[in-house]
């Protein structure tokens, strides 16, 4: 069966983290199955320690993920970072469970989405390990979702109706009403959040993350979420400070169109593809 990853997984070599483990042997490593991109080890250290060994896919920035963690760890709980390399990470093991097996615990995530949303930032970017932001190039100009239908790959899998639709769909948006660009996580999905007695335990993975639009986050967490959930969604997301419009759900719907388009350029399986595809199709049918 074909897995479903944007980067193979990497093997473990405790050669790689000597200079943390200074003699201490590796008595129990367990690979974690979530994440789709760099590779998660949990590791029970002889002297009793455990601690999460990240593996990061060629092309990661470990030191620019690593900044963001510090950055957020007074507004929202996330691993602590312990030790890294130019292509690892060692962080604190966080307990939980993820929010997919605790869909009753949404208000507490969308609390903490919108704690994170209160970072505000000058310039929309990537946010790079000494603070500075990197402006997004989508090439002469153009929307993000534009640079994606220019595509063949994306083409082939949307076809040239669906792609003239949902360049039709985007030139008849509204400016948004607050376009000041603030933290995003960037992969704010149910596996990512971790949650004990319906309180956030911890927030991982965010190589993603960047300056922008809160609502990639609330698209994501909203794609996730059983309808019936949406009004504890909306509530948490209020408690957290971010009071949204009457039409929040159809922005966050705009907004999550960017990454199903995005999805459709990745190594992802085909049939992840195609429920993408699918997606947008529902997505122009509704617009």
Wanted: charged share 25%; glycine share 6%.
């Amino acid at each position: 069966m074909e897995e479903d990853r944007r980067h193979p997984r990497r093997q473990l070599d405790p050669a790689l983290i000597a200079s943390y483990l200074a003699g201490r042997k590796i008595e129990l490593v367990q690979l974690m199955p979530l994440g789709k991109s760099n590779t998660n080890y949990r590791l029970t250290l002889a002297d009793g320690e455990v601690c999460l060994l990240r593996l990061h896919h060629p092309g990661a920035n470990a030191e620019r993920e690593n900044h963001i963690l510090r950055l957020v760890r007074e507004i929202v709980p996330v691993p602590a970072v312990l030790a890294s390399g130019s292509d690892w990470s060692i962080h604190s093991f966080v307990e939980g469970i993820p929010l997919a097996d605790a869909p009753e615990s949404v208000h507490a995530a969308a609390e903490a989405l919108a704690r994170i949303a209160s970072l505000r930032f000058t310039s929309s970017g990537w946010i790079q390990a000494d603070g500075s932001i990197a402006p997004f190039d989508f090439g002469d100009g153009k929307s993000f979702v534009e640079s994606m239908l220019e595509r063949a790959d994306v083409r082939a899998w949307v076809g040239a109706d669906t792609a003239a639709a949902l360049r039709r769909i985007e030139a008849a948006q509204p400016p948004a009403a607050d376009d000041e660009p603030r933290l995003v996580h960037g992969d704010f999905n149910p596996t990512n959040i971790l949650v004990h007695q319906r309180a956030v335990t911890g927030i991982l993975d965010w190589e993603f993350s960047h300056a922008g639009s809160p609502y990639m986050d609330i698209g994501n967490l909203l794609r996730h979420t059983d309808p019936a959930q949406h009004g504890a969604l909306e509530a948490g997301l209020v408690a957290g400070g971010l009071n949204v419009p009457a039409d929040w759900r159809q922005q966050a719907e705009m907004v999550d169109l960017s990454s199903h388009l995005e999805f459709l350029t990745t190594q992802r399986s085909d049939a992840f593809k195609q429920r993408c595809a699918d997606w947008i199709r529902d997505f122009v049918e509704r617009y």
